[in-house]
């Protein structure tokens, strides 16, 4: 993903070519079409049935989300996320290029533009060669080492990158002010990890994840935690949902909220 392209995305209601006015021109005549649409409801409200009254009723929950959709739109946080803050040109590198988008993500998260998302370092069947670590041969390919000890190497070496690059992401969340004193890990919840524990086999489950998390959480951290062999993914997805008040939902082979992480 272009890093200029996330950050039109997240910070500029999708397209930085039009104006700073225009855009705020555009997300003011949302709001006031919404705002006429509410009081249309409202006088409707008490002239039907109850039968009715309750189809008004989803109609305005469908507004309300609307409307929630619309306070994330980036165009309406320009005065938090200045034009000086978007990428310039395409990074080369992958720890260039991921460092970029890391720092459009917290840019996002530290203006409230966004409260979810997720960065895919790359994919199971990437090819990516990392020459920066002096490596020629695919990523994909290198994990079928078949126990070649230059190929387990050469995994290790881009497994340390991405654990790398992931701690300087935690660090810029540890140093950016959020509300009050806190910053904006302490309320803020990060998952790294992958589908795969081990690419020669094809492992799916035990899986090592990280999860970083701040204070006001309330989970636990520093600690190595073992669960038992062939515990979903799921279970730990629920968990943090559960945290964001999300809930009881079905996900996947999820078999409820993992416990023990408090």
Not at 96 to 121: N, P, Q
Not at 168 to 178: M, Q, S, Y
Not at 248 to 257: C, S, T
Request: glycine share 14%; proline share 3%.
């Amino acid at each position: 993903t272009d890093p200029r392209r996330a950050f039109d995305a997240l910070c500029r209601g999708g397209n930085a070519s039009r104006s700073a006015e225009a855009r705020r021109s555009r997300v003011a005549r949302r709001r006031s079409l919404l705002d006429f649409v509410r009081a249309e409801s409202k006088e409707l409200g008490g002239r039907v049935s109850a039968r009715d009254r309750a189809r008004i009723d989803e109609f305005e929950t469908g507004l309300r989300e609307l409307e929630r959709q619309l306070s994330f739109d980036g165009a309406a946080h320009e005065s938090a996320v200045g034009d000086g803050e978007r990428p310039g040109a395409r990074p080369r590198g992958f720890a260039e290029h991921a460092d970029l988008l890391g720092e459009v993500l917290a840019l996002a998260f530290e203006a409230d533009v966004t409260r979810i998302a997720t960065m895919m370092y790359g994919n199971e069947g990437s090819g990516r060669r990392y020459r920066e670590l002096g490596i020629d041969e695919g990523h994909h390919a290198l994990s079928h080492h078949r126990g070649d000890e230059q190929k387990l190497d050469a995994i290790g070496r881009i497994n340390g990158l991405h654990a790398e690059t992931f701690a300087r992401f935690v660090d810029r969340l540890a140093e950016t002010r959020g509300e009050g004193d806190a910053s904006v890990l302490d309320r803020t919840m990060l998952v790294y990890g992958s589908g795969i524990a081990e690419g020669n086999r094809h492992d799916h489950h035990d899986l090592p994840i990280a999860l970083c998390a701040g204070a006001g959480t309330g989970l636990g951290g520093g600690r190595s935690v073992v669960f038992e062999s062939r515990t979903p993914a799921n279970d730990l997805h629920l968990e943090l949902l559960r945290r964001l008040g999300v809930g009881p939902v079905p996900l996947g082979d999820g078999r409820g909220p993992l416990a023990g992480l408090a």
